[in-house]
């Protein structure tokens, strides 16, 4: 059963699914973006695009705005300069409520799962559709019962509250809920982030499988698990946190395929592959780099 | 940290400025999403939640404060010889002044700090994010209706407030101080109009505004983990009481104003 894509917002071809090609524009585009909240830089002078029916994966260290990335992209978060762009669109420029219906075109998987605890599972699952009136209860249920078969849970799961679900079943249900809408474009954050390593194999299986049951649709990961990015991307793009980023040099340290990762000459790139902090360890200078995060956090960390 | 030529008080004013405008906007979103908020279906549970599960602490209360007047008053009206005079004394100060005042308190108290700690864990758990994300605005699903709660829910507390009030005062009165309750409700009733409910139930609905205003503000601007919910918990009921406390101000200079023009009305002319 599919949902309808909102006709009035830009670049939909036919069939509900993206065009591949967009003319010479990305379907999402970052021009020139920098982040800061207060006195703290987290994203500087970002120019990336990224392409409709790709499957990125976004790595880097903790604390190099990954999420912020993320965020930005869906226009809940409003960059300090720069514009990010759907479909050649400035977000900027869109009026609330279109930006409203645009985010309904995205899935997005939070790292905790971000389930509504006053609602079951069903009730979690059901609940954008029923916001948006999409289709009769009848429907909504086939849909329910459809999603949380994918994600691979029982459907004795479906009067449960979010409490009583393990960490992996929270995130397969906010899986189940961002695939109820239907989306052309899915953003996963550290979607594996806290499970066990079968659990975690078990959600990037989920990812492959999604993108191959939904065919033409657009995928951002966002991980620090290396098995993950080389199972599930076809593009990576490696952050560094600001602090860290020598001057005259970009934030964006890597950005190209998997195989190009594996090969990259950038000890950098290498280290982070192997999760290999020998060098810094050893390195007086490094060292403090090594603890940089914590420190240049704002108290209570970053918010807007 | 000052930044440079400005000192610590202009960025303290400055950021006290910003935090008005800040709660000034959040207002106005809140104001659009008004007829949203009314038809919400999260309407009942909420009157549930901030009403029915309020009402005893409210009707506790209510009868304490009239109690506790009454015996006050008692003291001072007995020196004149007109304790049969204690229904008007109660009743008056009930109705007018802490019926809406101690109902509105209670209830920031204990729904304020509760919406305010709730809407803080939906917004660091990412489920504000969440909703966002599924084209929901959350001013309209989850702000609206509970300012509309605490709108509507204040006066109706502050009537069981009111007349509970009454009550703990006709007890004090005739079972301590053997006025004839025939004396107690004559000078209740012959002393109290509706003009001095209209008073006391209006004070009551700009509390319950304030109430939903910065529990919810605070909410939803809260950060920083565990230490943030508690923060935005205290911070939402110190901002509620001293928003009711100066609103009162106001708007008791504003019916003492008001009150020779309607009161000869409000008591049949006399």
Not at chain 1, 148 to 166: D, I, K
Not at chain 1, 274 to 282: E, H, L, N, T, V
């Amino acid at each position: 059963m599919t949902l309808e894509s909102d006709p009035d917002l830009p670049v939909v071809g036919e069939g509900g699914h993206i065009p591949s090609t967009l003319g010479a524009q990305p379907l999402l585009e970052m021009r020139s973006v920098s982040m800061r909240f207060g006195q703290t830089g987290v994203l500087r002078d970002i120019s990336l695009g990224i392409a409709a029916g790709s499957s990125v994966a976004i790595i880097g260290e903790s604390g190099c705005g990954k999420s912020v990335f993320l965020k930005l992209l869906i226009g809940l978060l409003t960059p300090s300069s720069g514009s990010v762009h759907f479909g050649g669109t400035s977000l900027a420029e869109m009026r609330a409520s279109d930006l409203m219906r645009l985010r309904m075109r995205f899935g997005y998987l939070f790292q905790s799962g971000a389930l509504f605890d006053s609602l079951s599972v069903f009730e979690n699952i059901a609940f954008g559709l029923r916001q948006k009136n999409k289709g009769k209860e009848r429907e909504i249920d086939e849909i329910v019962r459809e999603r949380l078969t994918e994600v691979g849970l029982p459907l004795t799961a479906l009067h449960r509250m979010p409490s009583e679900l393990s960490g992996g079943q929270r995130k397969r249900v906010g899986l189940a809920r961002a695939l109820a809408m239907n989306p052309e474009i899915m953003l996963y954050d550290e979607p594996t982030t806290g499970l066990d390593p079968i659990m975690s194999d078990i959600i990037n299986e989920l990812i492959l499988r999604v993108g191959e049951s939904h065919p033409g649709m657009t995928s951002l990961v966002i991980t620090h698990e290396m098995k993950t990015v080389f199972r599930v991307a076809d593009r990576v793009i490696m952050l560094q946190p600001l602090a860290l980023v020598p001057p005259g040099e970009a934030q964006v340290l890597f950005d190209g395929t998997v195989g190009a990762l594996r090969l990259s000459p950038d000890p950098r790139v290498q280290e982070f592959i192997r999760g290999d902090a020998s060098r810094r360890i050893q390195s007086a200078s490094e060292r403090d780099a090594l603890i940089h995060t914590p420190l240049d956090m704002p108290p209570g960390g970053l918010h807007p | 940290m000052a930044q440079s030529g400005v000192s610590p008080y202009e960025n303290r004013f400055l950021a006290w400025i910003n935090h008005a405008g800040d709660v000034v906007f959040f207002a106005l979103e809140i104001s659009r999403n008004l007829g949203k908020g009314i038809r919400s279906r999260s309407m009942v549970p909420l009157i549930f939640q901030i009403g029915v599960r309020s009402l005893g602490v409210i009707l506790f209360t209510g009868a304490f404060i009239g109690m506790v007047l009454a015996i006050q008053a008692q003291m001072q009206l007995a020196a004149y010889g007109i304790s049969t005079r204690l229904g008007q004394m109660v009743n008056l100060s009930v109705v007018r002044e802490l019926g809406p005042v101690l109902a509105a308190v209670m209830l920031a108290g204990r729904v304020g700090g509760a919406i305010a700690a709730e809407l803080a864990t939906m917004r660091m758990s990412e489920q504000v994010d969440a909703l966002e994300c599924m084209g929901v605005d959350p001013i309209a699903h989850l702000v609206a209706p509970r300012f509309w709660a605490c709108l509507l829910l204040v006066p109706t507390m502050t009537v069981f407030a009111n007349f509970m009030g009454m009550l703990g005062g006709w007890f004090v009165a005739t079972e301590l101080y053997f006025v004839e309750p025939y004396h107690y409700w004559y000078h209740a009733r012959a002393n109290t109009t509706w003009w001095d409910h209209l008073m006391g139930l209006s004070k009551a609905f700009f509390f319950g505004g304030a109430i939903g205003l910065f529990a919810c503000h605070r909410g939803m601007t809260a950060f920083g983990g565990a230490q943030g919910v508690g923060r935005s918990a205290t911070s939402a009921f110190v901002a509620c009481f001293i928003a009711i406390m100066v609103l009162d101000f106001f708007l008791g200079l504003m019916f003492s104003r008001l009150t020779p023009f309607i009161a000869p009305v409000a008591r049949g002319g006399l």
